[in-house]
């Protein structure tokens, strides 16, 4: 049998993920990535700098272009409309064909438009691809009020995007704080204020109804039911993403919300995998959700899924949760389990810095007093420690002698262990001294 | 402060400080023309600079929350290589070439006394060490100018961020008064003494001079007294022993970015151009043999220097020391490169130029900084999201995010450890700090997260 034909949709972290390491571990497969957004892979995550002036187009990519012939993986930019799943082809809108032994599916997502009457008018717009990117510099140009509809990450960061530019903002969210399904109260509230610091409107509660056109075919304002008629020239639609999968639903792929895979990522079609924003597990990984839209996730089942393709079957098994955002300002970083509402027999301890900026919460078990999950604003803690701390299933106290260890702050910067400490030990009734850093411990 | 005052700031303090410095750098090119001023107006000149710098920066970013401040950076013409970079860049090296070649042109005299620009310096010179100023002075007074003023807007800048803050100001003191106060009263009170190098940082080989026949006699002179003798053993000490260990401990950057005057000007006044700098595996490879010729060109030039100073020689398998070996290192490296490509080309190029590319100084702290030092950029496991904010924003020219989508260490020659990836990073992915060499390079790095995943981080 000749080298395997290895055909990648998507070159996005997940596809392109997948075909690095594919090629790290095999020098023979063909590999071939398609993609019809860009022909190189670009970091999706750097489009906000793109647009504020910070970086430039060409930064956004991680790999210099010619990295991609030097290690043979075959670019195609191009649009899959349909897969033969029978004859292991793929069908592409300009009407050529290519056949696979191996078909990876990494479609990513699209923006969640809920059939909001003038949803499509011009100056209407989400924020994921980079043709989202040039049309929001297009759209953009000139104007002094926009409004952003849905408060999750992409929200706030088109928030800030705007920002740079001056445009005014009025940022409608619908529950009853920001990012009010993740963020527990004091860290919503923190964030909140930084937001509005910002000069950015928040209307909480309140729900976009109807985007309204100017005599031109473009958005003139947008009508809310509890703040009335909003004039503004541009309208961002941040309301979370969806599964990028409409021209499979009616194929033989087995799909629900996602392409519904199992934990090999193999979906029900023999030959052919999904990964990342577009694949939904059948049973969820053991405490994870059954869709986990960021880009570490895309990263390490790329990881996963170039072992299982190179021979050796590989589960996918993520290991404690992690990730991280900044708000503006204020970076935020999250390990372990912390959720929105306090469960059922957890406890929690949150500090939080007198100027209104800096805040960590921890989580943990309330009778055993197990850690399990942490929340920073502010402050940077070290992934590696915390990702050990939780697997081995270190106390809450074990944690808070060890915080200076755990801190990734820059150097000469202040540390904030004592003062958490004090305020620790008075909330439980502890004595609990905090330890000087100590690099064997880090590194044992 | 309210914001009502915060924006008043930005709307008046950023064009009156323009305005001031505007004036500063109008009445330096009146006497830059030959026009003869009156002294007053020289103090007028300095305190115009200086102070407009100042308030420039503080009233560009007071009124701002505090946080990374790179908007539109790439939008504007001075920071993207438009017109006005290429008006600066070629003010600033018409400036250097007149300084090295044609100080004549800035009113330097064979006989008789000075005239323009230099002359008009001369109030200050004769005030700080008694004596008419020389083209150096000048240059030396306008460069402290810059990285006081301009250090004070990093600062501004920068004010969340402590490591920023003392670096700066760390900088700042060792060039206003190692480098330009106390070099400059001592000329004054040890007027007997022959010239020597009295800035106790500016070490072999940086400092190219130091060995010739000329220093070290000047050193070792009667007249250099005791003081002469201390200044010859800290030259020597500074370079085999100081600069090894301290770099050993921290890294090189307690040098490039902490104390050296060609760091304290690119960190200063050359922070606005910081992400020019060419990211390409190309110019690193150009920079490995560039950096590395250079280190190699001065010892050689040093090394036949010194058979010429103890073997009495003025020439070297025939040919004349001064004519073959001194001159063209000075006109080449000490001037062409160091100063007319390394600053003035700032606005094209980016702010370390030198640096990167030239510096011998640098490339004997990198090669100690690369096989044998604790210093280290260390990743944060798997939470890099490869924005490209830190490559973007190295001034070395490092692909920062390169390592760091990798879960890999930065253990780097050529980094200066300026922090400034650290600080741009969204992430928090990115800590300079100094540990154990164990565990410093990570080779095969484990992108956490994942139970069972291990990289090869060898090839792709
Ligand atoms: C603005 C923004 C900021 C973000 N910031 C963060 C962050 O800070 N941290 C984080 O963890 N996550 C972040 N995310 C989410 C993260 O970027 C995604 O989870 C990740 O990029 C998904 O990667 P993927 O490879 O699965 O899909 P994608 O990157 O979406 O790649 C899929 C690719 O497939 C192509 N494709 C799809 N269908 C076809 C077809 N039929 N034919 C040809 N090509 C096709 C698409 O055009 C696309 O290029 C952010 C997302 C956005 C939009
Ligand atoms: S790697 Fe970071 S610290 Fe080193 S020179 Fe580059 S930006 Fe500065
Ligand atoms: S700035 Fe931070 S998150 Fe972005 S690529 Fe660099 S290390 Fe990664």
Known sequence: ?444 | MSLASNQNLNTLGVPIGLGLSFVGLVILALSWMGIALPSILLWVCLVALLFGMMVFGVSTYAGETEGIKNNGIWHKSLTNKGMLAWVSGVVITGFYVELYWFPELLGLSAEGANTGLIAFFDPLSFALKGSAASQWFVYGTLYTIAIVGLGVKFIVKYRHNRYQFWRTLSVMVAQLFLAYFIPEIMEGMYQEQPYFAKDLKYFWPLNYYFFEDWHINNMTSEAGGSMGMFYLVWGIVGFTTLTPIITYFVGKRWYCSWVCGCGGLAETAGDPFRHLSDKSIKSWKLERWLIHGVLLYIVVVTAVVLYGYFSGQGSFMGMDIYTYFRKPYAFLIGAAFSGVVGVGFYPLLGNRVWCRFGCPMAAYMGIVQRFKSRFRITTNGGQCISCGNCSTYCEQGIDVRSYAQKGQNIVRASCVGCGVCSAVCPRGVLKLENGPEENRVSDNPILIGHEQTKLNSDVI
């Not at chain 1, 755990?406 to 004592?418: H, I, R």
Request: glycine fraction near 8%.
């Open chain 1, 1 to 444: 049998m000749g080298a395997k034909r290895i055909v990648i949709i998507g070159n996005g972290i997940s596809g392109i993920t997948t075909a690095r390491n594919v090629r790290k571990r095999n020098a023979e497969a063909q590999i071939v990535v398609v993609s019809s957004e860009t022909k190189y892979f670009f970091s999706r995550t750097a489009l906000m700098y793109a647009y504020m002036g910070h970086m430039k187009k060409e930064h956004m990519k991680p790999y210099e272009d010619g990295f991609w012939a030097k290690n043979r993986i075959e670019l195609c930019f191009a649009h899959v409309n349909s897969i033969d799943f029978e004859e292991q082809k793929l069908n592409f809108s300009n009407g050529k064909q290519t056949n696979y032994d191996k078909l990876v599916l990494a479609l990513g997502s699209t923006p969640n438009k809920f059939g909001w009457p003038g949803q499509d008018l011009k100056g209407v717009q989400g924020l994921y691809s980079f043709n989202d990117l040039e049309s929001m510099e297009e759209n953009t140009v000139g104007i002094k009020k926009a409004v952003i509809v849905g408060g999750g990450l992409i929200g706030v960061e088109m928030a800030e995007m705007l920002r740079s530019r001056k445009i005014e903002v009025d940022f409608l969210v619908r529950e009853k704080r920001f990012w009010g399904n993740v963020l527990p109260i004091e860290e919503g509230k923190l964030i909140q204020r930084h937001i509005n610091e910002h000069h950015v409107n928040l209307l909480l509660e309140t729900n976009l109804e109807e985007i309204i056109s100017d005599e031109n075919g473009r958005v003139r304002a947008v009508k809310t039911d509890t703040h009335g008629e909003i004039e503004c020239q541009f309208v961002g639609l941040t309301a979370g993403v969806s599964p990028n999968i409409k021209f499979l639903k009616d194929s033989e792929l087995e799909t629900d919300r996602g392409i519904l895979v199992n934990e090999f990522l193999e979906t029900n079609q023999p030959n052919v995998y999904a990964l990342g924003d577009c694949a939904q597990f059948k049973t969820a990984p053991k405490g994870r959700r059954n869709i986990e839209q960021v880009w570490y996730t895309g990263r390490m089942m790329g990881e996963v899924l170039a072992k299982t393709l190179t021979g050796s079957k590989t589960e996918y098994k993520p290991g404690n949760w992690f990730n991280s955002a900044k708000f503006f300002d204020i970076e935020y970083q999250t390990y372990g389990t912390v959720t929105a509402n306090l469960e059922e027999g957890h406890s929690q301890f949150y500090w939080e810095h007198n100027n209104g900026k800096i805040g960590i919460k921890f989580v943990f078990d309330s009778d055993s007093r197990r850690f399990i999950g942490i929340n920073t604003f502010g402050v940077r803690m070290r992934h590696e420690l915390f990702d050990k701390w939780l697997t081995q299933g270190q106390s809450i106290d074990f944690i808070m002698e060890h915080l200076e260890d755990a801190n990734f702050d820059p150097e000469l910067y202040k540390s904030y262990g004592t003062e958490i400490l004090k305020s620790y030990n008075s909330e439980f009734n502890k004595n609990i001294k905090i330890k000087k850093k100590s690099w064997s411990r880090i590194f044992s």
